[in-house]
């Protein structure tokens, strides 16, 4: 199965109501690894590339950053920031509306970081794509789908063209340029509608910019 991840799709996604699904999205809260990761990080510039409903960049405006979070629809940042205004720290808060694959914010961040984005274009492209944004000494944060045997597109296992794992991520960052913090592939559940169980294979990389 293959989808398209563009606009119209996303749009569709936020306007059918699926908001409410597994992972970082809508109502739910910021992912769990968001706070490990940044802990030990100084509050500074954060990009959130692929906001959708904005959980983790008020998490982050919360905790002293200034976040830029950029998603491609205009529902998904429209409930993010109605959620923004009664969740604290609206002030360090942007919200841009933009097609990540072609999209460029014009300046490097103290953190750049992507959760569960699946913009039109290959994934691990995509994740090179936002680690040029990374200011040196800066961090890359990437939480996304993990590509395992069941990566087809049908339930709750996303297709295989927006999942990856640590190992092809970790290949595409220069040792040279990048020193590897984190590489970790996990599996945590979730609870979906009506209460049922639903797993998540996650893939989470952290990365510092040595140059």
Same mark, same amino acid.
């Given at each position: ?18 908001? %409410? /699904? ?29 906001? %959708? ?31 923004? *205004? ?66 087809? /597109? ?13 190992? *092809?991520?970790? *290949? ?21 509608? /009506? ?17």
């Amino acid at each position: 199965m293959t989808h398209g991840f563009d606009k119209d799709f996303w749009e569709r996604h936020w306007q059918q109501g699926r908001a %409410g /699904g597994p992972g970082s999205m809508g109502g739910n809260p910021p992912n769990p690894y968001l706070a490990r990761e940044t802990s030990g990080l100084t509050p500074g510039t954060v990009l959130d590339a692929g906001c %959708g409903g904005g959980a983790e960049a008020i998490w982050l405006a919360s905790h002293g950053w200034h976040v830029t979070a950029a998603d491609i629809s205009s529902e998904a940042l429209a409930r993010a920031a109605e959620r923004a *205004a009664t969740s604290g720290a609206p002030e360090r808060l942007q919200w841009v509306e933009a097609d990540l694959g072609v999209w460029s914010p014009g300046t490097q961040f103290d953190l750049v970081m992507t959760h569960y984005a699946h913009p039109a274009m290959p994934q691990l492209e995509f994740y090179d794509r936002i680690a040029g944004w990374v200011a040196p000494g800066g961090t890359l944060l990437i939480v996304g789908h993990l590509h395992t045997s069941g990566s087809t /597109g049908r339930g709750h296992h996303p297709p295989a063209e927006a999942s990856a794992t640590s190992a *092809a991520i970790t *290949a595409r960052l220069d040792s040279m340029e990048w020193e590897i913090v984190t590489a970790e592939e996990h599996l945590r559940t979730l609870t979906g509608h /009506g209460g049922r169980a639903v797993p998540l294979h996650d893939v989470v990389v952290r990365a510092t910019r040595r140059r």
